[in-house]
């Protein structure tokens, strides 16, 4: 079993930035791929972004390219999302996820989904 445990979310301004944190209660964290999803009210879940298990490899959603970047630091047991340039649309639950396949495949492929998923963390972008 994987705990995730995600911080960093807020009321953030429009045009601001924000950085998301989720720290992985697991032995083995350069196993798993990493990554993030999001929920806006009334919406589905949406992938966002994803990281391979070394760090060597990112994938984003189409509907985050060139704002959104996901990190981590394996000696922290911790997966980073940096967001810059809020928008309103950006209001969202989001969810850290942790999947045993390092390759992020169940994190980039529409039909798949990780295995493991933290409680998710506010997001409120006010204009």
């Known amino acids: 079993q994987v705990q995730l445990i995600e911080s960093g979310g807020g009321l953030v301004q429009a045009g601001g930035s924000l950085r998301l944190s989720c720290v992985a209660c697991?032995?083995?964290?350069?196993?798993?791929?990493m990554g993030w999803y999001r929920q806006a009210p009334g919406k589905e879940r949406e992938f966002v972004a994803a990281i391979t298990g070394s760090g060597t490899h990112t994938y984003y959603g189409d509907s985050v390219k060139g704002r959104f970047i996901v990190s981590r630091d394996n000696a922290k047991n911790t997966v980073y999302l940096q967001i810059a340039r809020l928008e309103a649309g950006d209001t969202a639950v989001y969810y850290c996820?942790?999947?045993?396949?390092?390759?992020?495949?169940?994190?980039?492929?529409?039909?798949?989904?990780?295995?493991?998923w933290g409680q998710g963390t506010q997001v409120t972008v006010s204009s």
């Open positions: 697991v032995g083995t964290f350069p196993t798993y791929a």
């Open positions: 996820a942790a999947d045993p396949d390092a390759s992020a495949y169940h994190f980039y492929r529409s039909d798949l989904r990780p295995d493991y």
